[in-house]
């Protein structure tokens, strides 16, 4: 046996040969117990004047970067050494392509264009053409149909064609699909609304002022606005809050897996990308962070200032 073995051996025993003496003495042990612990990774555009818009990973923890500038990837960046974002240049198609958002739908990227909302995944498979031109704004669902809106219009996408279009009073800001009860919900800077996939209606479910953003944790809607935040129970519809502990004005709102919200406070309201093991991907008006709750694993910053 080498030597080196040897001796890690001999310490190893030594070792609990001390804490049983010390444990028959009565004496306190110290016992190594493994904990979480936050470290926060900085990505910056390499081109100055880069705005980020949004930010999305999929389901192998690749991240994609929405911003002023196209679409753009993380490069390096270690702890305690910032990284920096790319041009993303690994599909020629998508290149020439006008890009004006991006999401994650089923574990993989989705973009949508002033032509169509499509995907490199799938073989390329996912390609709906749609009537919107300024579209910016999608979420998908379960049957790859998607809601899209330029921020006043909104547009129900499928395989068959555009199945139904309307304007909506107020600045349209975010969008999200229910996975427990299906639809859509519709964040405005004043109301919450549902769009029914199934009867293709449209319903108002919160009437409001000064909302930012929002999210959905099972059967709750977590609301921020520009004093704090509340919450609407979608089957009863009561609403709590907002919170007087919380007088704040909440531009982000994310209900990862592993907690039970996170309240954001920055520059701009741009969405959280959840990724796999409730790890979370961020962008800010200036820069990246990544952000996981995973023991051993290296850890990203949930947010930039």
Known sequence: MPARHTLIIFAFLLSLCRTSAQNRLGQPVHIDRAFLQDYSIKYTPIQPGTSLISVCADRNGGIRVFSSSGLLLTHDGQFLYPGTLRTDNRYRTTVTKKIQGLSAH????????????????????????????GARLLAGGAEDEFLISDGSIIHYVTKKGTLYQKAVEGNILDIRHDNARGGFLILTSGSVLRFNHRSLALESMYQGKGL???DLSKDKVWLGTQDGYLTVDLRSMAVAGPSENYQLQISDVYVPSALKYGLGRIKAPLPFAPMEGSTTTRASVGCLGRWSRISGKVLTGPRCF
């Not at 973009?111 to 031109?133: E, I, M, R, T, Y």
């Open 106 to 133: 089923k574990g993989q990227f989705v973009l949508v264009d002033d032509k169509a909302v499509f995907s490199n995944a799938w073989a390329g498979s996912l390609f709906l053409p749609h009537q919107l031109p």
């Open 212 to 214: 930012t953003s929002f």
